[in-house]
């Protein structure tokens, strides 16, 4: 269900691998290496790419992506849309399409915890440099999803390790209540808002169902 797409396809040695630890984890693996120094410009990037008969569910309901996150290196990582199915060139590599990408790290001090990606975040990429002007990503129509490291030209390198329970889509939305007026212990009189954000989640397809196919 996933396949590599690492900077080997461009003259780079970097690699990585989406795994289980054994049959029995509730967690998968993302891990390999950036090796920029092979490349003529310091992109290097390794990344896992959704293949074959994984179908998407339709997200045009949600409004963010949230990883639960078990362990994270520290490193930047970047996850990848794309609401079109890339055609293949003569020498049978696909071709470059517009990706919908949203860079992340796991800020908290042991490396795990809850990492929300909104899609009002994710920016259009070609060819891994910006593009202005695209059409808005289809969240009802994704055909591929991808998981990367890249080396930022340099800023990046050596082992990476991304430990991943699931992803999973969700719908923040606000709750419409009135404020209320409530009265201090001092006798002052002032408002408070209880609008609050609410949220009901759909599970993504946990990454350890799509390697288990």
Not at 22 to 42: D, E, I
Not at 174 to 182: D, K, N, R
Not at 183 to 192: P, S, Y
Request: proline fraction near 5%.
């Amino acid at each position: 269900m996933f396949k590599a797409v690492d900077d080997r396809v461009r003259g780079g040695k970097s690699k990585s691998s989406l795994s289980q630890e054994n049959t029995h984890s509730t967690y998968v693996r993302f891990r390999g290496k950036l090796n920029p120094t092979v490349l003529r410009t310091p992109a290097a990037f390794a990344s896992q790419r959704t293949v074959g008969r994984w179908v998407a569910p339709d997200l045009s309901d949600y409004n963010a992506l949230v990883l639960d996150v078990k362990s994270s290196d520290g490193k930047t990582y970047t996850i990848s849309a794309k609401d079109n199915e890339p055609g293949k060139r003569p020498d049978g590599r696909l071709e470059s399409t517009v990706s919908w990408e949203h860079e992340f790290h796991c800020p908290t001090e042991n490396g795990s915890g809850r990492v929300v990606l909104h899609f009002k975040d994710f920016e259009a990429f070609y060819r891994g440099k910006r593009k202005d002007g695209a059409d808005p990503m289809n969240w009802s129509n994704i055909r591929s999803l991808s998981i990367m490291c890249r080396s930022f030209f340099g800023k990046q390198a050596g082992p990476f390790e991304l430990q991943l329970y699931s992803i999973t889509a969700y719908r923040y939305r606000p709750t419409i209540q009135p404020s209320l007026e409530m009265v201090t212990d001092d006798g002052i009189r002032e408002k408070v808002d209880y609008n609050k954000e609410s949220r009901r989640t759909r599970v993504f397809r946990t990454l350890r169902s799509l390697i288990c196919g």
